[in-house]
């Protein structure tokens, strides 16, 4: 009894999909019954209307969509640039300004575009016909001379069009002699080109010609008695499956475009649905006797009837059934919802399976063992948050002892009266401060250049001759950003290999071309023969991959190598970044860097040169 009463209190989802579905199947199926033997004559007209209709429509697009290909071959010619922009220069008679060849080449090329218009689809031919008499045609002019178009009785309304407007004749007799024999009669659809508006002069015309069996060819894939024509906007028949019937008016008491009616045709009952082409005033004609259009649907009806009653009461119990398998995941997952409610974060649904249901209790699973796992990590992160605070306060306090030590030891050799050592470790307190304090990757050219002089000064100390570095740079490049220690590579090179730690010259010049920094480190040294020459550059264009790890297991600022630092900045600069090399024997060398400015994001690249 309670069970019975929680169905019907409708509570939970599955009892009101049940309930849904029962009145969504039952009530139409009780008013369809009660209905039924009043409308079932109505019903059966109706159906013998959208069976016609829906046939109708079938042969209504297939005409359609053949129109309307005719329709896009002069549409095509009429946009393409390229083939008016001639026509146009043709019809002025400027065309002998041009080359033979040119000639020759536009004349291809538009006879090359017609026939590619019409190699495909339904055979048509295309004519482009200019006032003064010339044309391109598709077809051997043995076969029709295009002239006599002009000749043509609806030639002359070609004239009034502009724009896209386009003109359809009715069905002629075909007038091309090779298909005079397998075609009786042929459509064509005109289009004219003018030169600047609708009301500008004539430069050319478009006729697509196609043949009428094109179309009654369509028809004839109806069955039964169904009869279509295709009429004009006059009423005459345009195509049909009786040949002689083209050009002759249709039935006086005729429907008006978009009805469908039963009219009384030669004493009897004919099923007539006529419909707009849409591209003319044209329209298509489907007529059918009525007793053979109902014939078979009242037998269906009477049918149904019976069948209806039986497949009801079936239906609704598996319906009912399916609804009760469907909606047992969704029941199941309420419970486990239920639990959590109540703290439990140990109970699963264990829903599998591909579809929604399923996979939302799959996530719902996932989402249960994940807040599990949170609160676990927060207690975790809590005990080791403490943990963390107190090395950061000793990663930070190790770097300033370190260079107070460096700065007293300093201040005390300065004392005894030894400034060269003293000079020594400021420059080394210097390099040090830069590679330890600072976290950032890049840092402004003004600073690499500090850290050049540092190192520079460092390097002079443990040679007999010292390095002069001579540094031109333009203002505004100074705050440019680089990686750290790029250029000491580079000097590190000059020193040991240009100048071979002898006296010298180093120049490092700086400065804006459009939007490349272009950088230079030159030397006076000894520079390097033609053969040494070319293998540095195959090896700056070919750079190995960046040497991770080298530089700290050997403990020094700079063992990148010139192919490394052409590699690192590649990867900060992406390939827009690019090193040169110049150098001639006993007077120097030049390595030349081109640093595209990075903007948004993203490298701007130019040319350097």
């Not at 990757?441 to 007999?464: A, F, G, P």
């Not at 540094?471 to 000097?491: G, M, Y």
Request: net charge negative.
């Amino acid at each position: 009894m309670n069970r019975i009463r929680e169905l019907l209190s409708l509570r939970s989802f599955r009892h009101k999909l049940m309930a849904a579905s029962v009145v969504c199947i039952l009530v139409p199926g009780f008013i369809t019954l009660l209905l039924y033997n009043s409308l079932t004559q109505e019903a059966v007209k109706r159906q013998a209307l959208s069976n016609a209709e829906d046939s109708l429509q079938l042969v209504q697009g297939s005409v359609t969509n053949l129109m309307r290909s005719m329709l896009n071959i002069a549409n095509y010619i009429q946009v393409n640039a390229e083939t008016t922009a001639y026509l146009k220069l043709l019809n002025a008679g400027n065309e002998d300004n041009s080359s033979a060849y040119a000639q020759y080449s536009n004349k291809k090329h538009i006879l090359e575009q017609l026939d590619s218009l019409t190699v495909l689809g339904e055979k048509s031919y295309v004519t482009i016909l200019l006032p003064n008499g010339k044309y391109f045609i598709n077809y051997s002019v043995d076969e029709f001379n295009p002239l006599s178009l002009r000749e043509k009785p609806w030639f002359p309304e070609l004239q009034k069009l502009g724009g896209l407007d386009s003109y359809w004749s009715a069905a002629e007799p075909t007038a091309f002699r090779q298909d005079k024999r397998f075609h009786s009669h042929q459509i064509s659809v005109g289009r004219t080109l003018r030169l600047d508006n609708d009301h500008s002069d004539i430069y050319a015309y478009i006729v697509v010609t196609f043949f009428e069996d094109e179309v009654s060819s369509i028809f004839e894939g109806l069955t039964g008695e169904q009869h279509v024509m295709l009429l004009d906007g006059e009423g005459r028949i345009v195509s049909d499956s009786d040949k002689e019937m083209i050009g002759e008016p249709a039935a006086e008491n005729m429907i008006g475009l978009g009805e469908s009616a039963v009219r009384e045709i030669g004493g009897e009952k004919v099923l007539v649905v006529r419909r707009s082409i849409g591209l003319n005033d044209w329209s298509i004609v489907l007529e059918q006797p009525y007793k053979e259009a109902i014939v078979n649907i009242s037998s269906i009806f009477n049918r149904v009837f019976v069948f209806q009653i039986a497949s009801f009461i079936s239906f609704l119990a598996l319906l009912l059934l399916l609804v009760r398998t469907f909606t047992k995941p969704l029941v199941r997952l309420g419970k486990v919802a239920t639990a959590v409610q109540r703290g439990n974060l140990n109970v699963r649904s264990g829903i599998r399976g591909s579809d929604e249901i399923a996979r939302l209790g799959f996530l719902f699973d996932q989402m249960l063992g994940r807040v599990q796992e949170m609160i676990a990590e927060v207690s975790e992160t809590q005990a080791r948050k403490r943990k963390a605070e107190l090395r950061m306060l000793q990663a930070q306090i190790h770097p300033h002892f370190l260079f107070n030590v460096l700065n007293s030891i300093r201040m005390k050799v300065m004392h005894r009266g030894d400034p060269e050592s003293a000079k020594m470790i400021g420059s080394l307190s210097r390099l040090l401060r830069m590679t330890i304090s600072k976290e950032e990757d890049e840092i402004t050219l003004h600073e690499e250049m500090d850290l050049l002089t540092s190192y520079v000064e460092l390097m002079n100390l443990r040679q007999k001759e010292g390095a002069a570095l001579k540094i031109e740079a333009d203002s505004e490049v100074f705050l440019w950003k680089v990686p750290r220690f790029f250029l000491q590579p580079i000097v590190e090179n000059a020193i040991i290999h240009g100048l071979q730690r002898r006296a010298g010259s180093i120049f490092i010049r700086a400065e804006l071309r459009r939007f490349f920094l272009v950088l230079s480190v030159e030397d006076d040294g000894n520079g390097m023969d033609a053969d040494t020459l070319e293998a540095l550059r195959r090896k700056l264009q070919q750079a190995p991959p960046f040497a991770e790890g080298k530089d700290e297991e050997r403990g020094s600022f700079s063992q990148f190598g010139l192919s490394n630092v052409a590699e690192r900045m590649r990867i900060v600069f992406g390939d827009g970044f690019r090193m040169e090399a110049e150098s001639e024997q006993g007077k120097g060398t030049v390595i030349r860097m081109f640093i595209p400015r990075k903007e948004d994001g993203g490298d701007v690249q130019s040319d350097a040169g």
